[in-house]
């Protein structure tokens, strides 16, 4: 897993040390800036999303406890790095992930990241389970994954899903939401609603049909007006919610 991360530090030959450590020891780091300030480091995070935040202690105008309080929110981890012990119990108060002391033992480092790694993992893992419609428990909802959490739907509001290549537009009765799961992710999900495959790029929401029109496959009208042909080898399946 790669962490996405920066360095918050004052001292640029401090700054330069951890640099080069975590580029020769943790591969898995994503170094994507450095701040000398608290200034510098909000402007960093507000601009990139995190998943870890190296942070110096002590810092001019003010500290790293200063700059997490102006972060209630925040969803990274924290490595502490300062030469002082006493902030360790601060540090924890403000759920630090690690605590680094000065100089830096390259093993500690590394226990660091790897700590925070499994941490995301989890998070990751357990973000993968809620979205599903099974998995989630809530009934009739399903939820979608966004940058920031996940949008939470009613099922019944959907009418129906269209495939746009690994991509899937799912369209309520005014508005339109792109998502980065197949189609086929969504027609395994919504396997115990009303919902039918009725060509291999849409998955309509029975309920919502209007009408059906007759042919080789035929097609159906959705309470929007949208027409959604429907191909021959599906047409059977189709028809079997109406008989």
Not at 45 to 62: A, K, T, Y
Not at 189 to 218: C, D, I, M, Q, W
């Amino acid at each position: 897993m790669s962490l996405r991360a920066i360095l918050v530090e004052d001292e640029a030959n401090s700054r330069e040390i951890l640099r080069n450590y975590i580029s020769k020891y943790c591969p898995n780091v994503n170094l994507l800036g450095e701040a000398a300030s608290i200034k510098e480091a909000l402007a960093l995070i507000e601009n990139n999303e995190l998943d870890l935040v190296f942070l110096d202690v002590e810092m001019p105008f003010g500290n790293a406890f200063d700059l997490l309080d102006q972060l209630p929110d925040r969803t990274f981890e924290t490595v502490f790095v300062t030469a002082y012990d006493h902030y360790a119990k601060d540090a924890l108060n403000n759920h630090a992930a690690y605590y680094l002391t000065k100089p830096i033992n390259i093993d500690e480092l590394i226990n660091a990241v790897d700590y925070v790694e499994g941490v995301r993992e989890k998070e990751a893992s357990l973000e993968g389970e809620v979205l599903s419609t099974k998995a989630n428990g809530v009934e009739g909802k399903l939820t979608l994954p966004q940058q920031d959490g996940f949008q939470i739907l009613n099922i019944s509001e959907i009418l129906y899903c269209k495939a746009d290549d690994n991509y899937t537009e799912i369209y309520l009765l005014n508005k339109k939401i792109l998502v980065s799961k197949t189609l086929k992710y969504f027609e395994d999900a919504l396997t115990e609603y009303p919902f039918a495959r009725v060509h291999k790029s849409f998955l309509v929401n029975v309920n919502e049909v209007v009408k059906y029109r007759k042919g080789k496959g035929g097609s159906v009208v959705m309470s929007n007006g949208k027409e959604v042909m429907v191909s021959a080898s599906k047409k059977k399946d189709f028809l079997s919610y109406f008989n």
